[in-house]
């Protein structure tokens, strides 16, 4: 569906309305999308898709993933969310996983940030290299 720039606009002011002291109010995304529902403005599908699209990439952009080898110790840990915090500011939800096959390091995604400093990936340069 094509999105007219109007839609987006609006799409952009409803979102930037929504965020409270640098994070995304849940409950004022909810009010936001119910006021649009019940307004019904010209346009107010593309207006909500737009909205979504937002609110995704910033759930997107504040979910960090940490894969390791093997369990990180509790100071390790926050050592990383230390780290992450300070990179991308407060408010990141951190998930931390194992992955085997890694061998070992750290492989972390923010948004579309990856940062992959596992053994695995440097065995893969390396036979890309040959």
Known sequence: MKISKQARRDA??????????GTLDEGRV????????????????????????????????RTARVESATELSPEQKSLVDVELNAKYGAGLNLTFLQNPALLGGLRIQVGSDVYDGSVHARLEALRESF
């Open 12 to 21: 952009k002011a409803l979102f930037r309305s929504c965020v409270n002291n």
């Open 30 to 61: 909810r009010q936001a999308v119910t006021a649009v529902i019940a307004q019904k403005p010209r346009g107010y599908v593309a207006i909500l898709s737009q909205l979504q699209r937002l609110v995704k990439l910033d759930l997107d952009r």
